[in-house]
């Protein structure tokens, strides 16, 4: 799919009222809509970018194995470990130390497993390919904390770029943990809109409160845009070209 995305006037924003929540006894989740207050008839997503489960897995969880089709996926976890079994044959445990991204494809199956007494907190987000059908892949990658504190982490970017794990899709993914009273500024790079996240915590930015579980919608023309935090903040951040091309045929990214 390709359409001319129409600019950003000033800041948008992605208030938890507009989350679907689900609550299925030891799996609950917000499912974000990254593009809902765009009003765009029959895709809620923001370019490439498609759906955001915030999801709190408790001990003891297994989630089935099952197939994904044309989702770029990031699993994002900042509490608790899982282990994850695929169809390639990998077995690996996730933690905020250890980053998977799943390239599905044209099909890719997974498990995963709460292991462990601590409940898991994460993100898991589904990015709309470039293109459908492409060769299904799955990256590991090992994670420095530390990387984190006050600076712009980069985990995730476009094939060809310096990020660690990749996604073919024009989209980058940063996260940071700010202390309080600290202030940042977004990453930005021309002609990408961003897609700001407080994971945990509260931030100030453009003269505003913003809560956890709340995004801002950030355009390109603003390239220096600050946030302060009000208390300790998870943050993350996603650099979007949403004039790239984008299939919509996923399983959960369509």
């Known amino acids: 799919m390709t359409k001319h995305a129409t600019p950003i006037p000033g800041t948008g924003i992605v208030s938890p009222e507009t ?3 689900r609550a299925h006894g030891p799996f609950q989740l917000r499912r974000i809509r990254p593009g809902i207050s765009f009003g765009q008839a029959g ?31 990031i ?9 994850h079994t695929d169809s390639a044959g990998r077995s690996e445990i996730l933690s905020s130390d250890r980053l998977m991204v799943m ?22 987000i589904f990015v709309r390919p470039e293109a459908s059908d492409l060769t299904p892949a799955v990256q590991f990658v090992d994670l420095d904390e530390s990387a ?49 996240y407080v994971f945990r915590g509260e931030v100030t930015a453009a003269l505003q409160k ?5 995004a801002l919608i950030v355009g390109p023309d603003d390239p220096h845009f600050n946030v302060t935090a009000s208390v300790d903040s998870e943050l993350v951040v996603f650099l979007v070209d949403r004039n790239a091309k984008f299939s919509r045929e996923g399983t959960i990214s369509g």
Do not use: C
Request: glycine residues 14%.
């Open 43 to 73: 895709d809620t997503g923001f370019g490439g970018l498609g759906v955001i489960d915030h999801a709190k897995l408790q001990p003891g969880l297994v989630v089935g194995m099952h197939e994904h089709r044309n989702d770029e996926i």
């Open 148 to 196: 984190r504190d006050g600076r712009w982490r980069l985990l995730t970017g476009p094939v060809g770029s310096t990020a660690p794990t990749v996604v073919r899709q024009a989209i980058y993914l940063h996260d940071t943990h700010l202390a309080a009273g600290g202030t940042i500024e977004l990453p930005s790079l021309e002609g990408f809109d961003r897609w700001f």
């Open 210 to 214: 913003v809560g956890a579980q709340t």
């Open 19 to 21: 989350h679907l929540v």
């Open 103 to 124: 390239n599905a494809g044209r099909g890719f199956s997974h498990e995963e497993e709460v292991v462990g007494a601590d409940q898991i907190e994460m993100l898991q």
């Open 75 to 83: 699993s994002y976890m900042r509490a608790g470990r899982m282990k």
